[in-house]
């Protein structure tokens, strides 16, 4: 089969027309397209909060370590505690 | 093979093994999703008697087989998880659901959108292989919102876990609806070798790719947020400290 001609349509428009069903074949493909993107972008952004998050709660925690091992900071740290 | 058993089982081996799989699982999706969508848009002939609508059964039929191996991957998965309360499998099993549902989505909206030519209907509420799909589409829906709805996880894990063994019931019923109830669904075509007959050579070739594509689909999306599952619930473990500590934001 050869790659030129072995396609189906003569013009774009054939093609888009799809022999008369066009919207229910596009949306076929369209759901299609939909349905694989949002199931791969979706874990991809949740990832990228997720790190951004625990990120942030590994450096509060090592900043509250680091007071605590401060042997000045310890008194502050808890004096920190009782204020909040 | 106990030793690889326990392995298999440990969130950071899975972590660690898929970091190096990933790249190749998704390369390998790109790759067959695009021949095979190009392929069945392009160049399957016209069906003799359904036109270029037979262009919508190739995602259709793909989607809707794929959509089967959800429960049972869920039955193993809660299996594993009720006997040995291995908690990868779990992590697994939850994400599953919900992709699961999504598979089901499109096969019922696919089917629906190819109904409407050659049925002259969107939908037939006598017809077992549609009602049963509608079925396994809210079983799903509801193995995640029982996961929801409970908060002790460990729970919530076992009752997901029965929920999809018992599910299972319902994809046999799926499978063979067409055999056991003569209604509109059709059974499948048998596989020809003969060009230009019903599932000819070009449609079902073409078809098996696009099976393999969203085969291949459904592993990279449940890996990636497998991995998240495993990032938020081992988070307070050393390896994921590290690795955070080794991790621009959002990124690696």
Not at chain 2, 82 to 93: G, I, P, Q, T
Not at chain 2, 104 to 115: E, Q
Not at chain 2, 139 to 168: H, M, N, Q, T, Y
Not at chain 2, 194 to 203: Q, T, Y
Request: glycine content about 6%; some cysteine; proline content about 3%.
């Amino acid at each position: 089969m050869d790659l030129i001609s072995g396609i189906q349509f003569d013009s774009f428009a054939e093609f888009l027309d799809m022999g008369g069903y066009s919207f229910n074949v596009w949306a076929v493909y369209g759901l299609f397209v939909v349905f694989i993107t949002v199931n791969l972008y979706v874990p991809v952004l949740r990832r990228k909060s997720l790190i951004r998050d625990l990120k942030r709660r590994q450096t509060l925690a090592e900043q509250a370590h680091g007071a605590e091992v401060n042997s000045a900071g310890r008194h502050k740290l808890e004096e920190a505690e009782g204020n909040s | 093979m106990w030793l690889w058993f326990a392995k298999l089982g440990s969130p950071k081996w899975f972590y660690e093994l898929s970091t190096k799989w990933l790249p190749w699982l998704t390369a390998a999706m790109v790759l067959t999703l695009g021949v095979a969508t190009i392929w069945a848009l392009l160049y399957l002939p016209p069906d003799y008697q359904q036109g270029y609508t037979s262009r919508i059964l190739v995602v259709h039929v793909a989607v809707a087989g794929t959509s089967l191996a959800f429960f049972p991957l869920m039955a193993v998965a809660g299996t594993i998880t009720l006997v040995w309360k291995m908690k990868l499998a779990d992590m697994v099993a939850k994400n599953a659901a919900a992709l699961g549902a999504w598979f089901s989505f499109i096969t019922l909206a696919t089917g629906s959108l190819w109904g409407s030519v050659s049925w002259g209907t969107w939908w037939e509420w006598s017809d077992s292989r549609l009602v049963s799909m509608l079925f396994q589409f809210f079983l799903l829906l509801g193995v995640v919102s029982l996961r929801s709805a409970l908060e002790d996880s460990e729970k919530a894990a076992k009752a997901c876990a029965l929920l999809s063994i018992v599910g299972c019931i319902n994809v046999v019923v799926i499978k063979y609806s067409v055999e056991w109830w003569n209604t509109l669904h059709q059974p499948a075509s048998p596989v020809s070798m003969e060009s230009g007959s019903a599932n000819g050579p070009e449609f079902w070739i073409a078809t098996a790719l696009m099976i393999l594509g969203v085969y291949l689909f459904l592993s990279v999306s449940l890996i990636l947020s497998t991995r998240n599952e495993i990032l938020q619930r081992e988070r307070k473990a050393l390896w994921v400290q590290e690795l955070l500590a080794d991790t621009k934001s959002g990124r690696g």
